[in-house]
């Protein structure tokens, strides 16, 4: 029989917090970047046990020797490729621009470690905001953020990027002749090292979405149980802060790579298009029109996984926040219309450094960018051409269906 003077209390069981989840959830991409030679931010853990992320000397001495002896293969690829422009006649134009396209393949590899080592000090702190952040979510909640589906698709984008880049550059290998063996590694490096960043964005932006809704679920339960609303609305603007850091602390890298795909997907679509009109259906035309594809679905992967972390935060959690504030308590309908508020009036935005938001408008721009190069591209190649009654008549042709597909 129990004292009236004694009670017994039962605690809770306490929430151990899983440290550096996100870092767990990118850890195959991360390790992956790290061995091609970007990425020098290693995880440390202190003395307390939390762990921390820092720009270390021997990571930061391995990207470094990794990209000068790569390199030197680059260096020589590119050497190869200006050797074979200057020997084209002026009115070889197609095949020029063929080989500015080899060109701008090489470039990631002279562009991305050096904003790696830019940036690997915010990076570091990024993560390390993300720690604090899931230490703070999981005392507030009493959950813990799980989120293994998620590192189950990123162990197999870490295995199946580099064997789809393997099979899609032998591909072009086999039908461009100007396309040499001895380079195939080159460009299956390259084109690796890009996609698997393309990888890691869209998880980190998954990652992002995948809290914001274990944040609204929570929120759910604490507002039937009586909580107070302040408490989530602090974790939603650390959130917003983080997603924010995101875009800032990888500017360099990303906008870098959405610069270097317009280039290629412009150069590649005009190719594929002068192959089928000049060849008909060719498996040349068809084979540029897919790596057309391909670089049009990196520069989509980019701007879609950004515009779906800032709906998830602002339009879809308003919802929420509008559809908890049915059946509440005068006081919690209060601190709601506060947080509503909150949402509407700063709405998460992610951006490159301020230069430019990543959304789905980003995508529109750069293809009708694209489109308004590829009408200059024509125009240059008829300007270069002998004008005989006869090819002005297929140019204007060519030009016509060129604009008709555009418009189309």
Known sequence: MASPFFRRVIRRPAIKPEHGQLY????PLWLELRFLGVLP??????EVGK???RRTFGAMLYSVVFYMVVGVFVVHTGVVKLQELRELKSSEFDEAVHGYMFLVY???HIALPLCHWRQAEAIANFMTAWTTFQVRFEQVTRVSLQMKASRKVTITMAVLVPLLTTVCIVVDWSVMPEFKVSEIYCYIYICTLVYLHIALWFTMCCSVATTTRHLINVLRKGVQSGRHVSDYHSLWQELSQLSRKMGDCFCYIYGTVIVIWFAALTLCLYGGLIAIFNHGIHLRGITLLCNTVLCTSVLFVISDAGHRVCQEMGTNFYGALHSLRLGANKEIKQELDFFRYDVAMNPPVIS???YVAVNRNLLLSLLATAVSHIVILLQFRIGVEP???????THS???NQSCKLMCE
């Open 24 to 27: 767990d959830t990118l850890k």
């Open 41 to 46: 931010v290693v995880k440390v853990t202190t």
């Open 51 to 53: 762990p921390v992320f």
């Open 106 to 108: 090489l470039v990631p």
């Open 352 to 354: 490159l450094g301020g």
């Open 387 to 393: 004008l005989t009654q006869s090819n002005t008549e």
């Open 397 to 399: 042709s060519l030009f």
